[in-house]
């Protein structure tokens, strides 16, 4: 797999844990396991979403694939209470070697750091069953919207996108499923739009997104800085500028997602 953005520090992997808090209620209500026995999550990370997904389908096992072996011991670590119902496999999810088919996939927020998602699915195709349904949750940063309109957010936020595309990553891969999918031979696909649209009509709402998203966006700090395309400065001047958009009696903060399905 490419460079991740974000990296396997410490403080990224409590992120994660925290973003499948804070966007769960975004993601979930369509996802559906019901009637599956034991699916295969690709990039399962250290098991942030896999812990929503063992509470939301009690009866569920899951085999957790991740490339990078701290995830998966950091995974290992925080789905201790549920071991017997996991199974991992530190994998590139492009070559997967299964001795087993499976009734259903979970990708999210995992294709956009993929030079190569058709293979992905492809590679996963060949290991699930007939009937087997697929969901996915995938970025499309192009659609982000703030206002008031502050130059340090943005010269930073396009920096984030041009270099997780410049480390073979793609920042808009959820507009793409359609396309994706149907390459990789996958049938009844459907597409969904997904996101949030905040104000100071929800301003505790808002605080929270505003928050979560500079620790998104302060995630990819230190790779940028190492590979010399931003300074200190820059990071620090995107975090004053969420901290003013938080605060803004005129506020407005959108942003879209995509969310497939599709079967075998």
Known sequence: MSNYIHGYVPE???????????????????IDFNGCKHI??????????????????????????DAEPKQIQKAQA?????????TFECQDARKLKMEKKFDGAFICWVLEHIPDPTQVLRSLKSHLLPGSKIWLTEVYNSSFYFYPELSGLRAYYEKYNRFQRSIGGDPDVGLKLGNLLHEAGFDQIDLYPGGFHLSQHDSNTLRQFTTYWKGLMKS?????????????????????????????????FYYRFVQASATV
């Open 12 to 30: 990224e992997q409590e992120r994660l844990v925290e973003q499948a808090g804070v966007l769960g209620s975004l993601i979930y209500p369509r």
């Open 40 to 65: 295969l999550e690709i990039g399962s990370g250290v098991g942030a979403q896999t812990q929503v997904l063992l509470n939301l389908f009690p009866d569920l096992k899951i085999t957790c694939v």
């Open 78 to 86: 925080n789905l201790s209470s549920s071991l017997d119902r996991l």
């Open 220 to 252: 990819g700090a230190a790779s940028m800085l190492e590979a010399q395309m931003i300074n200190q400065e820059e990071v620090q001047l995107m975090e004053q500028d969420l901290d003013t958009i938080s605060k803004d009696r005129n506020a407005v």
